[in-house]
């Protein structure tokens, strides 16, 4: 995308425009990323007693604990990828190649884990498997659901939605016409789908593979809530930080977990490119006929993987309800007049965190993207390269980051710890590759012929954004905005390390809830947070479908 800026001598207002445009952001970048990733490697290596070498990993190393942690890590996200990607695969293909009653209903369903914090899966499968669970109770068989299999079955409930998407989107884009000539030469479905469906879309289920993986491997709240002993990293740097007090060593376990999912999330951005690459624009649609023999089984096989997501979720949502579980069952709001952990503070605080970093996060992408489409090829390359590194980086990773570079006196920023404005910023930072691509991606969509022409009329950058491509890109900073704001709602890992007595938010409080014993306030705590990311859902939608009609 190019634009014919006039040059009118170093004081021209596009120059000025576009230059604050991108340092701003890269200074926000800078500041509150780059930054706190440096302390955390520094803090690293440094000794007790403030000496620089190796002893935190020699310490770390020679840890049985650590070795165990990091073996049930792979083996857990191993299982998960695994699980989740044959699961989404099934649900992807039901409701893209099949004809399936309800997938609306079975897209939705699929999607509730999205809506809250990780740890609201294993809050989900207590109340269901139980020592008191519903499933318990009614058959009278004991499960331990504490462990592997109860974390199993909590990742991969959290993790199928973003495997259903991904697998989704990649088999919308085959061609209709390759399956046209397949039908003609008497193929049968079985081998299309062996020869064709699954080489047209290897990209997208590698990409979706390690996706689950990183976001498994990550995970704070469902190991907290239901891992019981079947520690993990996450965990690991959790009881370093929180429990021994030793942040040198937490620093070492950060550095160590930071090292996986910075090569699957490589693997996945090798893995969309080759997807999107290997996508023909004059590719024709694939609209699905009614085959019996396929779409009954996959059909019923999707909807039972939905059901599994809308019961944990269904079932937090009515032991909220329930005046003492599971052995009263008549109804009661006396659960969400919730008097501890600091009542329902940190959830208006958590709905102002949340607008707050999806304005600030929407702003600052917005500009950078800006300044990017206008730069030279060779200058955009190590700014994208920037840009991309907050999603290679694990939430609880950033959160101690921020300790190491922010709480420390005499410090310019030291003023932000402690502060609702430092978790904005976090949040900020932690999904500020998801809203950069996606507002790149909205910006090449703009017609260059609409800029030039403004151009030619003699409008300037800034009113060129304001009359031009701001209104063009509504849609896709709305869709940016509510993005941040959804996801700030429900974080948990980037945020544990940055609450205080006086600053937390409503995925802590839930955890420490579920931790005080309190299980039934802990489900109120997590319906009201689910019904904001709802209603903040269903805005997302009006606004999208206003604009749609007005244009």
Known sequence: MTLAVRRLGPLDTDRLFLAVCLVVPLAALLVFFLYPLATIGLRSITGPNGEVGLGNYILVLQSRGFWRAAAHSLVMSGAVTALSVGLGLVVAFAMHRCKVPGRAIVGAAVALPLIAPSLVQGLGLIFLLGRNGLIVKATGIEIDIYGFWGLLIANSLYALPQAALI?????RASDARIYEAAEVLGTSRLRQFVDITLPSIKFGLMSAGFVVFTVTITDFGNAATIG??????????????VGQMNFNLGAVVGIMLLLPTVLAFWLERVATQRQFGSISEQAVPLVPTWSPRRDVPLGLAAWLIALLPAA????????????LWPYRFDLTLRHYAVKVAGGYQPLWATVEISVAAALIGTALVFALGLAVARLPRWLVKPIYFICLLPASVPGLVLGLAYIFAFNVPGTPFYWLYGTAGLIVLCNVSHYWTQGFLTTMTGLRQVPPALEESAACLGATLPRLVRDVIGPFMAPTLVSVLFFLFMQSMVMLSAVIFLVTASTSVASVSIMRLDEAGFISQAAAYATCTMAVVLLAMAAMRGCLRLMRRRS
Not at 167 to 171: D, E, P, T
Not at 228 to 241: F, K, M, P, Q
Not at 312 to 320: K, N
């Open 228 to 241: 019981g002993d079947y520690s993990i990293l996450a965990t690991e740097i959790y009881n370093r930080v």
């Open 312 to 323: 944990v979720v269904g079932v937090v949502v009515f032991a909220s309800f329930v005046t």
């Open 167 to 171: 697998i989704g989107a990649a088999l």
